[in-house]
């Protein structure tokens, strides 16, 4: 894939992330790859492209970087390192296009924003946006896998 990371990242329900990585891009529960969370996932990269994911194939299960792995493995998800598989060739996006995007998905998810006392905050600071990097700095890090492996 030639994506560039970071990336927006933006699931079938509407919610929307960022991803650093395709490390933490191409790791995820074995729940979600049951409940097809990749499928139709929607990436935006820096670059202004945008993919769209058609399906995720497992791969491995990724082990625990700790020495009580045991116990964690109770309290923490196994991890699972997915293939993505990308619908078709990507396109290139205007930045409104994208800034209408990200704000109608925020909108839809206002109690994640206002719970965090930020909602104000990070809808001004993507209508003011005039790059996918700026948009990319607003939004939360729900990849981010660093805490649980």
């Known amino acids: 894939m030639g994506i560039e990371f970071p990336i927006i990242v933006i699931a079938k329900d509407g919610v929307i992330s960022r991803c650093n990585n395709y490390d933490d891009l191409s790791l995820t529960t074995s729940a979600s790859l049951?409940?097809?969370?990749?499928?139709?996932l929607v990436i935006i990269d820096v670059k202004q492209?945008?993919?769209?994911v058609d399906h995720a194939n497992g791969k491995?299960?990724?082990?625990h970087k700790m020495i009580l792995s045991r116990?964690?493995?109770?309290?923490?998800?196994?991890?699972?390192k997915i293939q993505l598989i990308i619908q078709e060739d990507?396109?290139?996006?205007?930045?409104?296009?994208?800034?209408?995007?990200?704000?109608?998905?925020?909108?839809q998810h206002k109690d994640f924003y206002i719970a965090g006392d930020n909602?104000?905050?990070?809808?001004?600071?993507?209508?003011?946006?005039?790059?996918?990097?700026?948009?990319?700095?607003?939004?939360?890090n729900l990849f981010n896998w660093d805490d649980i492996h």
């Open 34 to 40: 049951k409940s097809k969370y990749h499928e139709n």
């Open 49 to 52: 492209l945008k993919y769209i």
């Open 60 to 63: 491995q299960y990724i082990k």
């Open 71 to 80: 116990i964690k493995s109770i309290f923490f998800p196994k991890l699972i």
């Open 90 to 107: 990507s396109q290139v996006c205007a930045i409104d296009e994208i800034k209408e995007l990200v704000i109608n998905c925020i909108k």
């Open 119 to 140: 909602y104000e905050e990070v809808l001004l600071g993507v209508e003011k946006a005039d790059t996918v990097r700026k948009i990319i700095d607003y939004l939360p």
